[in-house]
């Protein structure tokens, strides 16, 4: 199955600009010159490639093409660079957690920029779904909690990232009249806690940890009152400041439970593992980059 370096383009502006018009302004020939193309595509792969709905959505197998065309971008404009003798700019987009992005990552990023002229287009994702930037293209490296490898990719695990659960001694002596002998599953219920976003699913395995530590049934239905703050920052503020109770880690908490301004409400931790998935290309730029983000993950803790 061969597609041409103008399909391939094609069907990344397609995809990226939504519409079949939008890809032919850019190209500078009409909408039927690019439907045509793409219909060329899915007679050559012998399935349907995009979904014509507004915007356009690309298939399962369409979704392999993108990641693909963008692959063959990317070398391409690798192979000139090298070709011309110049170091140039050299860009790598790369899908990162909230969390790490605040804690360790930046200091990777950083050397990059300085020492290597390699400039990070950094998309903010959860962990647990950057992997689907990989699976489109949009991203050729991520920071993910999926260890399953991305066809076309490659996986190994960073590290640990620890968690602890944690609220401000003020916020826990408003909300747990007991404390620190026991909380009760009624006060929880009624203690708001503080989520990043949506789809956020911490709060069920934080939830059953504060119940195990005071000797309670962790599998007890309820939910406590939930404040959404979508910034690892202003999330790691809002529950310093006693808003709610969360999940914060190391880094975000060391300092404050020393000096008793947090407090923990479970003694145990919850460790997530987070793991490195690039694509699966022969690349001086991801090689690099690779090695200067395990040398900034070597802090996870």
Same mark, same amino acid.
């Given at each position: =199955?061969?597609?041409?370096?103008?399909?391939?383009?094609?069907?990344?502006?397609?995809?990226?600009?939504?519409?079949?018009?939008?890809?032919?302004?850019?190209? =500078?020939?009409?909408?039927?010159?690019?439907?045509?193309?793409?219909?060329? =595509?899915?007679? #050559?792969? &012998?399935?349907?490639?995009?979904?014509?709905?507004?915007?356009?959505?690309?298939?399962?197998t369409g979704e392999?093409?993108?990641?693909?065309?963008? !692959?063959?971008?990317?070398?391409?404009?690798?192979?000139?660079?090298?070709?011309? &003798?110049?170091?140039?700019?050299?860009?790598?987009?790369?899908? *990162?957690?909230? $969390?790490?992005?605040?804690?360790?990552?930046?200091?990777?990023?950083?050397?990059?920029?300085?020492? $290597?002229?390699?400039?990070?287009?950094?998309?903010?994702?959860?962990? !647990?779904?950057?992997?689907?930037?990989?699976?489109?293209?949009?991203? =050729?490296?991520?920071?993910?909690?999926?260890?399953?490898?991305?066809?076309?990719?490659?996986?190994?695990?960073?590290?640990?990232?620890?968690?602890?659960?944690?609220?401000?001694?003020?916020?826990?002596?408003?909300?747990?009249? !007991?404390?620190?002998?026991?909380? #009760?599953?009624?006060?929880?219920?009624?203690?708001?806690?503080?989520?990043?976003?949506?789809? $956020?699913? &911490?709060?069920?395995?934080?939830?059953?940890?504060?119940?195990?530590?005071?000797?309670?049934?962790?599998?007890?239905?309820g939910e406590s009152?939930?404040? /959404?703050?979508?910034?690892?920052?202003? /999330?790691?503020?809002?529950?310093?400041?006693?808003?709610?109770?969360?999940?914060?880690?190391?880094?975000?908490?060391?300092?404050?439970?020393?000096? &008793?301004?947090? *407090?923990?409400?479970?003694?145990?931790?919850?460790?997530a593992p987070l /793991?490195? !998935?690039?694509?699966?290309?022969?690349?001086?730029?991801? $090689?690099?980059?690779?090695?200067?983000?395990?040398?900034?993950?070597?802090?996870?803790?």
């Open positions: =199955m061969r597609f041409t370096a103008e399909q391939l383009r094609t069907f990344v502006l397609v995809v990226e600009f939504g519409t079949f018009e939008a890809a032919a302004d850019l190209l =500078m020939v009409s909408a039927s010159a690019i439907s045509q193309r793409i219909k060329a =595509m899915e007679q #050559t792969a &012998g399935r349907v490639l995009i979904k014509r709905t507004n915007p356009v959505v690309p298939t399962e392999i093409v993108l990641r693909i065309a963008r !692959q063959s971008e990317y070398l391409s404009s690798e192979l000139e660079r090298e070709l011309g &003798g110049s170091g140039g700019e050299r860009t790598i987009a790369i899908a *990162v957690n909230a $969390d790490s992005l605040s804690t360790w990552l930046l200091s990777a990023v950083g050397k990059l920029a300085r020492e $290597d002229r390699i400039f990070c287009d950094l998309r903010r994702e959860g962990e !647990q779904y950057s992997s689907a930037l990989l699976r489109s293209g949009e991203a =050729m490296a991520a920071i993910t909690s999926d260890p399953e490898t991305i066809p076309g990719c490659t996986v190994e695990k960073l590290g640990n990232v620890r968690y602890w659960i944690a609220a401000s001694a003020e916020f826990v002596h408003r909300h747990f009249k !007991q404390w620190p002998k026991q909380i #009760t599953v009624e006060e929880l219920n009624a203690a708001p806690t503080i989520e990043y976003d949506h789809k $956020d699913v &911490g709060q069920k395995s934080s939830r059953a940890l504060i119940l195990k530590n005071f000797g309670l049934d962790e599998t007890v239905e009152p939930s404040v /959404y703050v979508p910034s690892s920052p202003d /999330y790691a503020r809002a529950i310093y400041e006693g808003i709610g109770w969360g999940i914060l880690p190391t880094a975000q908490c060391e300092q404050q439970l020393k000096s &008793g301004e947090l *407090v923990l409400l479970a003694s145990e931790p919850l460790d /793991y490195w !998935q690039r694509w699966k290309i022969s690349s001086e730029v991801l $090689d690099v980059v690779t090695s200067r983000v395990y040398e900034a993950a070597k802090t996870l803790s």
